[in-house]
């Protein structure tokens, strides 16, 4: 198995391609963490996961990040494997978004990041072959109505994937960013209208939406010394959406 005895974490876990990403990295042997910030629901999923731990995180929150960085410390000594996955979107025009609702999706898309990586690098130096994967998204590759704080934070998303991958090559630690296009998810699917995700299907090449394990598919082979000169690179996984702007 490819994962046997590493140690990982995974945010926003509880759900959606973090939830997918939990299921596949414990079905090759690892020892998985995720967080949320619904503790009934984290519970439930971790439940269903071997080696599975649910801890509740706010990951715009640095005292939640500590609190589980020093949780796996003591019980690992090491963190093999990060995947900042956790994000929301809000969609409002320039001029109707307010500074709030702008913030908080910084907050929690961006500066979440940049407090993972922060906190996690000591115990990914004592990580075997660690792997950072970011989850950025199309959106950080392109802009598009409606979505400045999404977009904003999905830019920057990948360019600190870049700068701490230049940082952290001396500690034989990679850091790649993933950018899914339109995955069958609850963010995705929050709105419930088929006929929105017909739409959007029809402006993908391959006519589509994504199903979450064709996006774990590549953060497993990220994680994986498959991939092991891979870093500071961008990884596209969306049908062929970002061709048709």
């Not at 046997?4 to 079905?27: D, P, Q, W, Y």
């Not at 590759?141 to 870049?162: N, P, Q, W």
């Not at 006519?207 to 979450?212: D, E, F, L, N, V």
Request: net charge neutral; glycine share 8%; proline share 2%.
């Amino acid at each position: 198995m490819r994962f046997e005895n590493k140690v990982v974490l995974i945010t926003g876990g509880t759900r959606g391609m973090g939830k997918s990403h939990a299921e596949a990295f414990a079905k090759e042997g690892a020892t998985v963490y995720i967080t949320g910030n619904t503790e009934e629901e984290g519970k439930k999923t971790a439940s269903k996961i071997q080696n599975c731990t649910f801890v509740k995180q706010d990951v715009s929150v640095e005292k939640d990040w500590i609190n589980i960085i020093k949780k796996i410390e003591q019980e690992h000594g090491r963190l093999d494997i990060l995947v900042n996955n956790a994000g929301i979107v809000i969609s409002k025009l320039l001029g109707e978004m307010t500074l709030e609702e702008y913030m908080r999706i910084i907050n929690v898309n961006q500066v979440s990041i940049f407090l993972g990586l922060s906190h996690s690098l000591e115990l990914l130096k004592k990580g075997i072959n660690a792997s950072v994967i970011n989850i950025s998204s199309v959106a950080g590759l392109r802009t598009s109505l409606g979505d400045v704080s999404y977009t904003s934070s999905k830019f920057a998303v990948r360019a600190m994937s870049e700068v701490a991958a230049r940082e952290w090559a001396q500690f034989n630690i990679r850091v790649n960013a993933v950018c899914p296009g339109a995955i069958q998810t609850p963010m995705l699917m929050q709105s419930n209208v088929e006929e929105a995700v017909k739409i959007i299907s029809e402006k993908i090449p391959m006519k589509r939406i994504g199903a979450p394990s064709e996006l774990t598919n590549v953060v497993l082979f990220l994680a994986s010394t498959e991939s092991s000169y891979c870093t500071g690179s961008t990884f596209v996984a969306d049908g062929g959406m970002i061709l048709t702007q």
